[in-house]
């Protein structure tokens, strides 16, 4: 239970990141901080206690297993997460040599 | 045939991949090899339009049968409704590469664009055709962040700013979405969409289903852009290129926005009565609110923009309150006239959203602005652009005989059938006020008198972009035909059927 709760954690402190922070790279942060804490909770729902690796060989026939899906899903979760927080990041340097700052409070061109 | 059905994820995506090898060496290559793609994908939907309905067509990849009846596979699906919205994504994407041919001549890393553009559209066609909820995020990944560098194309302060602002909140709605996902799988054990609904409609926990439905809502609404997850979108379209926000207004928010919250809110999760009148408080909100917006605006994109989250409200509320129906066990024939006329209004919006932002791209092109005070009497300079773009503002304020005035139609009918007289009303309101920004629209581009800039400079913009244009305004007058019923139950029944007959998609899936 303490480790969705701390999963949770993670999420709101990512979640306070984006809202309060005023830096550029600072929102970035909290993103992958929310991001994170879903791979996580993606991870705590495949483990099984005391169950083992779901190998099968002579030695090994049955048993509890821990749930092998949720470890392929969050592999390809971070790949995608890794594009995404790449793409962020290229576009807050150029952002940065276009403003001269990573302050959100002075990139305002647009209304929003 | 349901071997050709992954051929929709894989044509773009080896064209995204071959683009910036071999366009390096061979000039024009990325131009013809998208448009051929795009041509022949929609080609293919065509044949699988006309192959008729039937059985949902399915393709296991890599070959896994099912075990004991549990599908284990990740399977393709193309059923009615995928099938649909592949028509839709297909033909507005290859319109839109021929028009990109000519406007991507003033721009610089042009086999980027094309790559870019293919990726976008193979994301997009794998969202439409997953049967399966991990899928259907990684594709849904693939096409945003695809849309995020297209955004930033221009690379100009604006452009920045609006994809940085995009592909915040578009994270949060990624995160929100993988959330929901989890969840379900956690309790069903199954990212099979049919197996999880399935499963969903044997059990009894109630709390846990409306938790997941609120973030998967959250989620896929701010993709959708429906207000009040609204902010990014009129930065994000006004600053994109004008094809790509054609693709953007046209497609990518359908695609993935109301396309998923249509598949997963009818077809996995048992319909109920609090989730349907949430998902068309929000149309309803989003259609009032958006166009209000629209009408102070006076950059002509921004004002598209603003226009096109009112008209996914009409959408959203026309399918909606077929939802509402369904849910409260109505009267079928109702539910199934405000599906349709949401389902109809969908593929007009892609027509005439699409065509009248490559008009304003059109504009841009020439004059080098899009601020409408400046503009002026470009009527007799640009024809092509000035008359397509007249058909395109009268299809989207519902004037027959095009065709917005008969999608509108049918949703205030089936309002008024179902008895939601106020929404009846609203829809009526806002259509005359969608009418009012549009011949602001008309009156200061294309009608009045010409600005102080040099006006014997312009001219009509090349074929290329004409072509386009004038296609989608021909469609705009010929998807009036979808009203006959000829013509309607080889279109836009099969979609309408899947919708209704809900609870059938999974046994149908599993079954086979």
Not at chain 2, 183 to 191: A, F, G, N
Not at chain 2, 211 to 233: C, S, V, Y
Request: aromatic share 12%; with cysteine; glycine share 8%.
């Amino acid at each position: 239970m303490i480790l969705y709760l701390l999963c949770f954690l993670l999420f709101l402190i990512g979640l306070y990141g984006v809202i309060t922070r005023r830096n550029v790279i600072k929102i970035v942060i909290g993103l992958v901080f929310m991001e994170f804490s879903v791979f996580l909770l993606l991870v705590l729902v495949g483990y099984v206690e005391g169950a083992e690796a779901p190998i099968l060989d002579e030695t090994i026939i049955s048993g509890p297993f821990v749930d092998p899906l949720p470890q392929a899903m969050v592999l390809t979760a971070i790949v995608i997460g890794l594009a995404s927080n790449a793409m962020l990041l290229a576009i807050a340097i150029r952002l940065y040599k276009k403003y001269g700052t990573f302050d959100i409070r002075k990139i305002n061109e647009l209304k929003g | 045939m349901s071997q050709l059905i992954p051929l929709f994820v894989i044509i773009p995506l080896v064209a995204a991949f071959l683009i910036p090898i071999i366009g390096k060496f061979l000039d024009g290559f990325q131009k013809v090899l998208t448009s051929i793609a795009f041509l022949g994908l929609s080609v293919l939907t065509v044949y699988f339009l006309c192959a008729g309905p039937g059985e949902p067509l399915l393709y296991a990849v890599g070959g896994w049968e099912p075990v004991r009846g549990i599908p284990i596979a990740i399977y393709l699906v193309a059923d009615g409704l995928s099938i649909f919205m592949l028509m839709i994504t297909n033909v507005v994407g290859f319109l839109v590469s021929i028009y990109s041919i000519s406007y991507l001549k003033r721009f610089t890393a042009q086999n980027n664009f094309f790559a870019l553009l293919c990726l976008m559209m193979g994301g997009m066609n794998g969202v439409v055709l997953s049967g399966d909820l991990f899928n259907l995020f990684v594709f849904m990944e693939i096409a945003v962040i695809a849309s995020y560098a297209l955004v930033a194309f221009g690379i100009e302060k604006q452009e920045l700013e609006a994809s940085f602002k995009y592909q915040v909140l578009g994270g949060i709605a990624s995160v929100l979405i993988l959330f929901g996902v989890t969840m379900l799988y956690w309790k069903t054990k199954t990212l099979n969409i049919a197996d999880a609904g399935n499963i969903l409609r044997s059990s009894q926990d109630r709390s846990f289903v409306i938790f997941t439905q609120l973030f998967l809502i959250t989620g896929f609404g701010l993709k959708a852009a429906l207000i009040p997850f609204h902010a990014w979108l009129p930065d994000a379209h006004s600053s994109a290129p004008s094809p790509i926000s054609a693709m953007l207004s046209g497609v990518l928010i359908k695609a993935i926005g109301i396309y998923a919250i249509i598949r997963l809110f009818f077809n996995m999760f048992t319909l109920s009565d609090e989730m349907a009148v949430t998902i068309t408080a929000l149309g309803a909100v989003s259609m009032v609110l958006g166009s209000f917006l629209a009408m102070y605006q006076w950059d002509i994109k921004r004002m598209l923009a603003f226009s096109s989250i009112s008209q996914v409200g009409y959408i959203v509320t026309g399918v909606g309150m077929g939802m509402i129906i369904l849910a409260r066990n109505g009267d079928h024939r109702v539910a199934a006239l405000a599906i349709s006329g949401g389902l109809f209004h969908m593929i007009n919006h892609a027509a005439f959203k699409g065509l009248l932002f490559l008009n304003a791209g059109a504009i841009e092109h020439e004059t080098h602005t899009r601020n409408m005070k400046s503009l002026g009497g470009l009527s007799r300079s640009m024809p092509i652009t000035a008359s397509t773009s007249m058909g395109a503002s009268l299809a989207i304020s519902g004037i027959p005989p095009f065709n917005g005035f008969f999608s509108k139609l049918i949703i205030i009918i089936a309002a008024i059938q179902g008895k939601f007289y106020l929404l009846a009303a609203l829809a009526v309101l806002i259509s005359i006020i969608t009418l009012a920004y549009f011949m602001k629209f008309q009156k200061y581009t294309f009608f009045n008198k010409p600005g102080a800039r040099d006006r014997k400079k312009i001219k009509e913009v090349p074929f290329a972009m004409c072509f386009s244009m004038i296609v989608l305004a021909v469609l705009c007058l010929g998807l009036s035909l979808l009203i006959f019923p000829g013509i309607r139950e080889v279109v836009l029944d099969p979609a309408v059927r899947v919708i209704m007959n809900a609870s059938e998609y999974a046994p149908s899936i599993t079954g086979l």
